[in-house]
């Protein structure tokens, strides 16, 4: 089939406001869109101002009302608990309405913030919905960090309440949650009014008298009283939530996203880009506490009236590597959504992918990845393996839907492995030299979009307007700048081929090397550090720490990197996946002083390197080779 892409993006382009419009017509507004797009509303303009709506409503409600409540809506799949649970859209509703309503009683209200600190369990997505019922406006926060990254969160959000659990179950371990919430509630200064707590009966908890409630006995007393809650008519343009990201320094930004224009573009894109109808089942294998937990685990599926699965295990040892199509073969997916780490890992422990034989993957049609580059070998095997399209797509947490992909709704364009396809609907996307001037194709440069930013593109970082424009708009007039590199070829497919800061992607998971920095510069022990992202064949990359102690410092190395690898795991948490401190006589620098880190990393990653011409003493860059070759990381 021919793809419809080329005429569906030239008629974008040629008219983005009748594009969204349209659109917008998928979506239930309880006061119809007037105006489209408003240039003169926040930094760059801002879609459907002045509508009303509901996002609860549209993923839930309006399905019910159109008599589809014995529909499926959420499969909760835990293999680390031995549970399959089915959730029909009726169900959901009761759930969220029980949910919303002891909220409420709790003096929850629009535009009041809740923490949700949970694993993937259905009441995570529960609370989600309940939030954007009530017009409460939800901050997810993700289970893998520490304490101290949840009370920079509380601090920076305010939350009025908190919802988490006692405990999350890895394969290893299981991992209390609770003390970790009450560490993170004791160290910051905006303290929550209550918070609602789910008990697990692998690893329960004591619940702090005059603050914490108990999950299952006010919920469940409010299911059984049949308490119902009316949606809240927010506007179009007020937060649905906060999610907090990597930014190039200690301090996590807020991206704030809107309720209307992130319906609208999430909705178009489960029939355009994903290719999924109604009543199918979509899976995305990430977590809540990440933006595509939010876009295509619950939004997006729920409000194209699909089933969600909740996956609460890996891809590997959960338990084996055939975990990933035995929940395709029960759950008839139609389209798996994931991180390239993920079929790495499954490669690894399955090479020639036998255990897929041994399920009836009819159902499945596209395998969709993202979240890191796509090594061209890992979508190879999968090709192979699967025997169907296996599509890389591009985004960011800023954006909530791909900025680039390969839409299988619109027709399949021919796939290059090693990039992420060409721009989506709503997104100009240009490559830039440092100076903005545009780059000839085929040519590495900044990846930028042109301004507005589509529907769901965030309008701002919560609380930090100047850091919004100071870190996305300013450095390219007119456009949004991504921080990625890369290049866009002939036939306009796009490559990403490195971030321009310091961000490292480690197993899917974004994280600031100047955060772990900042840690480790922390320790009495500590004159200078560096961390860089080394290439890794199953997550990506990892970070390693470079040390140099201060003077009079008589310890081993070795005990001082453990300390370091603790530290940074009690303060960031295990998702950093920090394992590697090497101490060194000094840090390569430049005359001026800089720390060469993007030539280190090149030396840790094994690709050609130049001595900079700048450097201040040569042979600190030979001291780190060595150091790298001492540890067997390097040949
Ligand atoms: N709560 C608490 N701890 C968590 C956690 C959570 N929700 N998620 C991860 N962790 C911990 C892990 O247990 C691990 O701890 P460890 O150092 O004690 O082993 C650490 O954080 C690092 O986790 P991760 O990077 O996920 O490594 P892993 O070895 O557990 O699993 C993969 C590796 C590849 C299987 C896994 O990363 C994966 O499934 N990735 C899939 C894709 C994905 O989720 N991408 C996200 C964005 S799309
Ligand atoms: P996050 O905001 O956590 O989703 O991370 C976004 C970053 O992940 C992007 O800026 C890229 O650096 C990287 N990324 C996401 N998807 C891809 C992809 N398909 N190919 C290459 N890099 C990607």
Not at 274 to 283: A, K, L, Q, S
Not at 322 to 338: E, N, S, Y
Not at 468 to 486: I, K
Not at 575 to 597: D, E, H, M, Q
Request: charged fraction near 20%; aromatic fraction near 8%; hydrophobic fraction near 45%.
């Amino acid at each position: 089939m021919t793809s419809l892409y080329p005429e569906t993006y030239a008629r974008w382009k040629r008219d983005p406001t009748a594009f969204w419009d349209e659109a917008a017509e998928a979506i239930d507004w309880f006061q119809p869109v007037g105006k489209v797009f408003d240039p003169d509303m926040g930094a760059y303009g801002r879609w459907f101002a002045g509508a009303t709506c509901n996002t609860c409503f549209n993923c839930v409600d309006r399905h019910v009302e159109a008599g589809h409540g014995a529909r499926t809506a959420l499969i909760y799949d835990s293999p680390v608990t031995g549970t399959v649970a089915t959730f029909a859209y009726d169900d959901l509703l009761a759930q969220v309405n029980a949910l919303a309503h002891v909220l409420r009683t709790q003096g929850v209200g629009k535009g009041d913030r809740v923490i949700i600190y949970m694993p993937m369990v259905p009441e995570a997505i529960f609370a989600m919905l309940a939030c954007a019922r009530l017009g409460a406006i939800h901050s997810v926060v993700f289970g893998g960090f520490a304490a101290r990254e949840l009370a920079t969160r509380i601090d920076d959000a305010a939350p009025k309440f908190i919802v988490s659990a006692s405990c999350g179950i890895e394969t290893s371990r299981v991992v209390a949650y609770k003390p970790l919430l009450d560490e993170a509630i004791a160290m910051a200064s905006a303290k929550p009014e209550g918070c609602l707590i789910l008990q697990r009966d692998r690893l329960t908890c004591d619940l702090v008298p005059g603050r914490d409630i108990d999950y299952a006995e006010t919920v469940g007393a409010a299911l059984a009283s049949g308490a119902t809650t009316e949606c809240v008519p927010v506007l179009a343009t007020d937060p649905l939530y906060i999610l907090y990201t990597s930014g190039t320094t200690g301090q996590p930004k807020g991206v704030v996203r809107d309720n209307g224009g992130h319906m609208v573009a999430l909705k178009w894109t489960m029939e355009h880009h994903y290719d999924v109808r109604p009543g199918e089942t979509f899976w995305a294998a990430s977590d809540v506490g990440w933006v595509v937990g939010h876009s295509y685990i619950c939004y997006a599926p729920l409000l194209h009236g699909c089933a969600t699965v909740l996956y609460e295990g890996k891809p590997v040892g959960t338990p084996d590597a055939g975990a990933f199509w035995r929940v395709i073969a029960d759950h008839k997916v139609v389209a798996l959504f994931t991180a390239p780490t993920a079929f790495r890992a499954i490669k690894k422990e399955d090479p020639s992918g036998a255990l897929i034989g041994d399920y009836d993957l009819s159902a499945f049609r596209t395998l969709f990845l993202a979240g890191e580059r796509s090594d061209p070998a890992t979508i190879t095997w999968a090709q192979a393996n699967l025997d169907r399209p296996v599509v890389d797509h591009w985004w960011q947490t800023e954006t909530g839907w791909p900025m680039s992909g390969n839409p299988a709704g619109l027709g399949l364009l021919p796939v290059k492995p090693g990039s992420p396809g060409v721009p989506m609907p709503g997104y100009e996307i240009d490559v830039l030299d440092d100076a903005g001037h545009a780059v000839p194709r085929g040519t590495l440069g900044n990846i930028v979009c042109k301004l507005p930013l589509p529907p769901s593109g965030f309008p701002t970082l919560w609380n930090a307007e100047a850091r919004f424009r100071q870190a996305y708009l300013d450095e390219f007039p007119g456009y949004y700048a991504t921080s990625d590199a890369g290049i866009m070829d002939e036939d306009g497919y796009v490559f990403i081929m490195a971030r321009t800061d310091d961000i490292i992607n480690v197993a899917g998971h974004r994280l600031s090397t100047g955060a772990m920095e900042e840690v480790i510069a922390s320790h009495a022990d500590i004159a200078e550090c560096a961390v860089v992202g080394m290439a890794d064949t199953l997550k990506g990359q990892l970070p390693i720490g470079f040390f140099v102690t201060s003077a009079g410092v008589d310890r081993s190395e070795a005990e001082v990197e453990r300390e370091l690898v603790a530290l940074v795991r009690e303060k960031i948490g295990p998702v950093a996946a920090f394992k590697t401190a090497i101490a060194v006589p000094s840090l390569p620098k430049t005359r001026s002083g800089k720390v060469v880190r993007g030539t280190m990393q090149k030396i840790a990653d094994g690709t050609d390197w130049q001595m900079p011409a700048t450097i201040d003493d040569p042979s600190s860059l030979d001291d780190i080779a060595a150091a790298l070759k001492a540890r067997g990381l390097i040949g």
